[in-house]
């Protein structure tokens, strides 16, 4: 762009430039043509500045202020060539920017035009400083509202009442407030604020949030649910340099998170690995991530671990990764046992109660074996496999090993051609006394269980039945001990206090408490005589091979008669035999 003015504004006001009109003037009344190839800002900045020279009233903003104090720098416009000059107007000018939030954050933005001088006159610094110090404070402290463009206020905040505005001014609340504005900016400028605010102590969870909400904004794959159809757009679809530049912003984005456990949710790390898979980027970044989600996988969901298969590998899921991820979840187990002190927790402790309540590791085991039975049905899913990623989580991590069975019957469900030695491998994953009810009816009838395996849960069945029936038996002596004990306390309270009113009505309550005691006891003693009964119709009293099919020997119940000194309890002692082993011809 061209402009045509006149000598004695621009040399008076500039030192810069009465240097170089000396150099080229051929005399006073003569012409002159300068090129300003190098004045920060360019055409838009000189404008302004020519209008300041000519004492024209220039509109500065938080705009276009960065540009002006950097070319008024280049000019050399200082206090030496005129009072009141433009670099200490547009410094004043510039200090006042950097008390609001707003005109920082446009102030900022701008130095990206001009950023060598920026950098060298410290206004990229400063305006880090300046957000840095208002992200960390409390947002009612500074003013927020832009001073350097006119803002018109939404119908919903203005109105007329008696001729009187009742525009309210807009509050920032929670500590969210500031994400959305500093997403606008540059990722090398991004890094620098969020490195300046970690500095000053702010929160992790507060740091992380920020990081999210800036990688939703420019990568659009973590804004759904990536899929195989997303891959395969994506890889043929979008350019080599639009890639690479997602390659590296993702890269940079897994740096800036904080290494502190639990911040960053589970699902955005795993979503945050599935386009680092899709977009390739780097081993070191993949490994990161996946340390980061092993860390905290008790937190993720099954269908989070469904990560699609990128790799050369025929399954359709990634199951290398998800084993990667849980080795990992296993390493970091390992260490906390290790540093915690045996007082405190023993390892293969799991705590009972709520689903709240489980051990991380315990909700690990139901999330693996939730997995197993997912990719099970995948024929390309080779057992080695399948047994290195179920016999990671140790024994003491299930407490029901009914998941796992689950995802042993589906695998032999689908892998049907695999071999009786290959069956019998697989069954010794899981334990068949940790199995419910329910689930060893089930393998009891399940023919795609090895026979051996079907004993074994038939036996475990008997231990739980005679343990169960022994256990009524139990409840019923102590119920009467108890009572004994509470008749002879009751008595011995009477005499020793027989005068004392406040005994008297303790007693009381105590020959309540005999009375529903009696009546409980007389309903065991009924069941106790049913069960009585009952065994002896079965036959339990007496050996029986009736039942057993012809060239095998089954279990058996037998009743070992009670001794003289026992009588009196009217019980009887059930035993189970073990089966022997059974021979198929």
Not at 85 to 113: I, T
Not at 174 to 185: C, K
Not at 295 to 308: G, T
Not at 554 to 564: F, G, H, I
Request: proline share 4%; charged share 25%.
């Amino acid at each position: 762009m061209s402009f045509n003015l006149h000598k004695f504004p621009l040399l008076s006001r500039s030192g810069l430039l009465e240097k170089l009109i000396e150099e080229y003037s051929n005399g006073e009344g003569s012409s002159l043509n300068l090129r300003l190839d190098d004045i920060p800002g360019g055409a838009k900045a000189f404008e302004l500045i020519s209008k300041f020279c000519y004492g024209v009233r220039m509109e500065l903003t938080a705009y276009n202020i960065v540009s002006v104090r950097c070319a008024a720098e280049y000019l050399r416009m200082t206090e030496d060539y005129g009072d009141g000059n433009l670099v200490m107007q547009a410094e004043a000018f510039l200090n006042e920017v950097l008390g609001n939030w707003s005109d920082s954050v446009r102030a900022l933005e701008a130095c990206e035009e001009v950023m060598p001088q920026a950098e060298e006159l410290h206004i990229v610094s400063r305006c880090i400083e300046s957000l840095a110090t208002k992200a960390s404070a409390d947002p009612s402290l500074f003013s927020t509202t832009s001073s350097g463009r006119e803002t018109r206020p939404s119908p919903e905040d203005s109105g007329l009442w008696n001729g009187i505005s009742t525009a309210t001014k807009t509050q920032h609340t929670g500590e969210d407030w500031w994400y959305q504005d500093v997403s606008f900016l540059s990722l090398p400028l991004y890094k620098r604020l969020i490195l300046a605010i970690e500095s000053r102590g702010l929160r992790p969870e507060t740091i992380a949030a920020s990081v999210v909400h800036y990688a939703r904004r420019y990568l659009p794959l973590m804004n759904r649910q990536s899929s195989f159809d997303d891959v395969n757009s994506t890889v043929t679809n979008t350019p080599n340099t639009c890639e690479a530049d997602q390659r590296a912003l993702l890269e940079e984005i897994v740096g800036l998170l904080p290494n502190k456990k639990g911040v960053t949710s589970t699902k955005f790390l795993i979503r945050l690995l599935r386009t680092a898979m899709v977009l390739h980027t780097s081993p070191s970044c993949r490994e990161n991530l996946e340390m980061r989600v092993g860390a905290q996988l008790d937190q993720a969901s099954l269908v989070d671990l469904l990560i699609p298969n990128m790799g050369y590998s025929e399954t359709l899921y990634d199951v290398d990764c998800v084993q990667r991820i849980l080795d990992h979840f296993m390493l970091v187990q390992q260490a906390a046992a290790l540093a915690t002190p045996p007082g405190i927790a023993e390892e293969g402790q799991i705590i009972k109660g709520s689903p709240d309540s489980l051990t991380p590791i315990t909700m690990v085991a139901n999330l693996i074996d939730g997995f197993l039975a997912e990719v099970a049905s995948d024929v390309n899913f080779k057992l080695p496999k399948f047994e290195a990623l179920a016999a990671t989580i140790p024994d003491y991590a299930r407490p029901i090993d009914d998941g796992l069975y689950h995802a042993i019957d589906v695998y032999m469900k689908t892998h049907h051609w695999i071999a009786d030695g290959e069956r019998e491998q697989l069954c010794r994953l899981m334990n068949c006394q940790k199995l419910s009810l329910e689930a060893s009816t089930h393998a009891a009838q399940n023919e795609r269980l090895p026979l051996r395996v079907i004993v074994q849960v038939l036996f475990f069945e008997q231990l739980r039945l005679r343990t169960s029936i022994s256990g009524w038996f139990f409840v019923s002596d102590n119920l009467e001990n108890s009572q004994n004990q509470i008749n002879s306390a009751a008595a011995q309270q009477q005499r020793d206090n027989g005068g004392d009113d406040d005994v008297k009505q303790r007693v009381s309550e105590l020959e309540k408490d005999c009375s529903s005691m009696k009546e409980e006891i007389q309903k065991l003693m009924k069941t106790k005589r049913s069960w009585r009964n009952f065994t002896r119709r079965l036959g339990f009293n007496r050996k029986s091979n009736s039942c057993c099919p012809k060239g095998s020997k089954a279990s058996k119940l037998r009743a070992v008669a009670p001794s003289s000194g026992n009588r009196q309890q009217n019980c009887e002692k059930i035993e189970v035999v073990p089966p022997e082993t059974v021979k198929v011809n």
